[in-house]
């Protein structure tokens, strides 16, 4: 089974005061090439980005990294939206698992993690953290197509998760897997 990373970057970052996709830590990492580097390092066969606020900014980031890139003209309409166009843009796969650009501590060991508990097409698999389930969340090809029909707006694959058996795989040794929504220094970078 090959997976495809995908990893949204597309929103404004409005409670960070600019785009996520944007955001540096205080030491200069950028949060997008360490979301990237965690996909390709955890075993994703290709990653797919997903930009949206800020997507002129964000691409020069992304340098030589092996990534193909999406812009979902309709980010403002919220993480539906950004997760809409970026399924739709993998074509027939596998796999996808799914990640957030604003989880500066999930790394290569936590993707590794769920993609390792999920085999075949019908596969869902989603992290938790200390019983909370989280990102990243594998979803198995046989699920995509229906998945999609369900994105409107602001929501993203919860409610179509909270329908289906999941398989949760327990990930708070390696991450807390907070988000990130505000800036721990000044300039949000």
């Keep these: 089974m090959t997976t495809t990373g995908l990893l949204l970057a597309a929103g404004a970052g409005r409670r960070m005061g600019t785009p996520k996709a944007v955001v ?4 200069g990492t950028s949060w997008l ?3 990237v580097r965690a996909l390709v390092d955890g075993g994703c066969d290709r990653v797919l980005v997903v ?3 800020g997507a002129e900014d964000a691409r020069p980031l992304l340098g030589d990294q ?3 890139v999406v812009v979902a003209q309709d980010w ?5 939206a950004s997760l809409r166009a970026g399924l739709l843009a993998l074509g027939d796969v596998d796999a996808v ?11 290569a060991p936590v993707v590794a993690r769920v993609m390792a508990a999920g085999t075949g097409r019908a596969a869902l698999v989603r992290a938790s953290y200390d019983g909370e389930p989280g990102h990243p969340v594998l979803i198995g090809g046989d699920h995509l197509v229906p998945l999609v029909a369900t994105l409107r707006g602001d ?7 909270a329908a289906h058996e999941v398989t949760t795989v327990e990930c708070g040794d390696l991450a807390t897997g907070a988000d990130r929504d505000t ?3 000044p300039d949000g970078r």
């Design 155 to 161: 929501v993203g694959a919860k409610p179509y998760l």
């Design 76 to 80: 403002a309409d919220g993480m539906g």
């Design 183 to 185: 800036p721990d220094h």
């Design 51 to 53: 930009l949206g606020a």
């Design 33 to 35: 090439r360490r979301s």
């Design 66 to 68: 092996p990534v193909e």
């Design 97 to 107: 698992l799914v990640s957030l650009v604003d989880l500066p501590d999930v790394g």
């Design 24 to 27: 540096h830590d205080a030491d």
